[in-house]
């Protein structure tokens, strides 16, 4: 299934994807919190330069931000996961101390 975004289209259930989102179910989080944390995901990289385009027109960034235990780290997991399976050759997180973002 894919999304399409201003002509761009957005691989949503590809191998990378679907190994964390299997991850985070035995964590024993529901299905409509994994749908949920797949379209922020989504959204993420619907907002970031396109990896096989070229070179962007201006430059992009972003932040995740959110309450204590509001699901950051789920949704930077899945947004990584979603990047690689849509040919992204290079995702960096910066972060704290954080182990699971390592």
Same mark, same amino acid.
């Given at each position: ?27 024993? *989080?529901? $299905? ?7 379209? @922020?995901?989504?959204? +993420? #990289? ?29 949704? *930077?997991? $899945? ?7 849509? @040919?992204?050759?290079? +995702? #960096? ?10």
């Amino acid at each position: 299934m894919t999304k399409e975004i201003s002509e761009r289209v957005i691989y949503r259930d590809g191998l990378h994807t679907a190994e964390v989102l299997n991850a985070l179910s035995l964590k024993r *989080i529901d $299905v409509d919190s994994l749908s949920e944390l797949k379209e @922020k995901a989504v959204e +993420i #990289l619907a907002q970031s330069v396109d990896p096989i385009a070229g070179v962007p027109e201006k430059p992009s960034d972003g932040l995740v931000y959110g309450l204590v235990q509001s699901g950051k780290t789920s949704v *930077i997991q $899945v947004a990584a996961a979603m990047a690689a399976d849509n @040919k992204f050759q290079c +995702i #960096l997180v910066l972060t704290s101390y954080i182990d699971i973002l390592y």
